[in-house]
């Protein structure tokens, strides 16, 4: 596999760098190839903005259709269109971060808002003119893991967990950006407790990645609906016998 | 009252300028004083690192425990000191922010990375040493409220909603973040349709902005379950007879 790691913490001396360095050593003794983004060493612009496309500053900026319009021009900017290339490359995409306030470091948000932009991840529609979003897209063919570590202890990100299910809380990114765009998601391995890891949880993190990259080809991923084909209505709200009753996010999956 | 207004859109000539610009009008009409943070226009720093505090690179940096020792020397980054010194003036804090891939913008997510540090809006503890969150903490006494546009149409943002509802979309800000911090947090007015919004759209938008900003002193926030004495036990884990066989995001609301 061609696996792009993409590397959102501040302090490779940590152990979210010490499971990156672990990882791609796993991943390379499989025979697969690893690149990596990693954003603070790259110094990661992580704003979108005018500066993202050719911009006349006379005109109002609409983000979605200029950086589409760029990306067909070849005015998109140098290191978003260096992303795009990686992605390219990459079937497999693994994003590694430490969970911030419930979500991305800004950095690592701010990879999406300007490398995912409109007409390569979202907006992208097929021949006859209908969106393809939701188990099929731009990225579609890749496959997707999301590792993170959390301060939090486990059951508090668990189920009824005071933090919210760690798998609702990442919605936004594993259902609503990942498969989004049309990639197959993995369940994503949370590393809970990091604040207060010693050297025997650093090495029970780390055996943990091991097997989620082993299985990393073949794991079956997370079974969201898609948006065609998968029981939503022309308003795009799941029809009434599919999880009837029910209005949380595991309707989305079957 | 004092509002600060977080805004973060690229664009002043924008659905989302126009709001803002009409917002403040209002509250400024109704006698509320009002202060901008324009993250854009302030070029805001979204990324955290070793350069918001006095940081000896010899050493591994831990973040958390850094920008606390930093905030309590006073050697923490002015530009988030600025941050810390509005919101202590202010008692109400409203975020602004286009909906991009489901989430905050990153410059406004990184406002969050950067000025919610450690010891001042999580790590926080009363005298007997317990933590103070998730209805309680450094944050005690704002209220906050989320004003946020997204080129969804409402059906897909709504209860069975192909992107999943919005107030679970949100519930890491809303809840992982204001709520974690001890806020009364207002239901978000989530604008949809937002990049087909004509004239009419617009003016129905800035109605809907009024009625929340006239309402923002007495609204009812969103019932959330405080972690003390709101029945988690003491592995943060809702107890079994409240909301009982549901695993939901809403069982976290009374």
Chains 1, 2 share one sequence.
């Not at 140098?78 to 911030?100: G, M, N, S, V």
């Not at 079956?220 to 029809?239: K, T």
Request: glycine share 12%; aromatic share 8%.
């Amino acid at each position: 596999m061609n696996v792009l790691w993409v590397f959102a913490h501040p302090e490779p001396r940590s152990l979210n760098g010490a499971l990156r360095d672990h990882g791609t050593a796993t991943l390379r003794r499989h025979g697969h190839r690893v690149r990596h983004s990693d954003l603070y060493a790259m110094r990661w612009n992580p704003v979108a903005g005018p500066a993202d496309v050719a911009h006349d500053p006379r005109e109002p900026l609409r983000l979605g259709p200029a950086t589409e319009h760029a990306r067909a021009t070849g005015a998109l900017a140098p290191d978003i269109r260096a992303e795009h290339a990686k992605l390219d490359w990459a079937d497999t995409l693994i994003l590694q971060f430490p969970l911030w306030w419930h979500g991305m470091p800004a950095i690592l948000k701010g990879w999406f808002d300007r490398v995912f932009v409109q007409g390569y991840a979202f907006g992208v529609h097929d021949a006859e003119g209908r969106a393809r979003r939701y188990g099929d897209g731009g990225l579609t063919g890749h496959r997707a893991l999301v590792v993170t570590t959390a301060g939090a202890r486990a059951t508090g990100l668990g189920p009824r967990g005071v933090h919210g299910d760690a798998e609702d809380v990442l919605f936004p990114l594993l259902h609503g950006t990942l498969f989004y765009s049309g990639m197959d998601v993995l369940p994503p391995l949370v590393i809970t407790g990091a604040d207060r890891a010693g050297p025997a949880e650093h090495a029970r993190a780390a055996a943990r990645l091991d097997d989620r990259l082993t299985a990393l080809p073949t794991a079956a991923p997370i079974p969201y609906r898609p948006e065609r084909g998968g029981g939503y209505d022309d308003d795009l709200v799941l029809r009434p016998d599919l999880a009837p009753g029910r209005t949380d996010l595991a309707v989305h999956r079957t």
